[in-house]
């Protein structure tokens, strides 16, 4: 996969990765959480339905790095060839659970 240079904007960092072959791009992010404990990292995929995401949190800056990271290749070469897609968090759906 080839990778942007994570990009920093106060406390969000924002990068994009391009899937094998080149056919997905995958958007990452990571945010200081409010409470300023942790780091929040979400990784969506251009083209997926909308909702569709992985996201998780971590207490530093590196592991949330790394954790988006690491959701996007298991996504693109796990879960982007084949029917699996429903295994990925539906982001919009946990969000209401969590309410």
Excluded: I
């Amino acid at each position: 996969m080839l990778k942007s240079s994570w990009t920093k904007a106060d406390d969000t960092l924002f990068a994009t990765l391009v899937g094998r072959r080149g056919r997905a791009h995958y958007h990452l992010v990571v945010e200081r959480l409010p409470t300023e404990n942790g780091w929040d990292w979400t990784v969506w995929r251009v083209g997926e339905r909308p909702g569709l995401c992985q996201h998780g949190c971590a207490p530093a800056v590196a592991t949330a790095l790394a954790a988006a990271e690491g959701a996007a290749q298991y996504w693109d070469t796990r879960v982007a060839d084949s029917s699996n897609a429903g295994a990925l968090m539906d982001c919009e759906y946990r969000a209401s659970e969590m309410s």
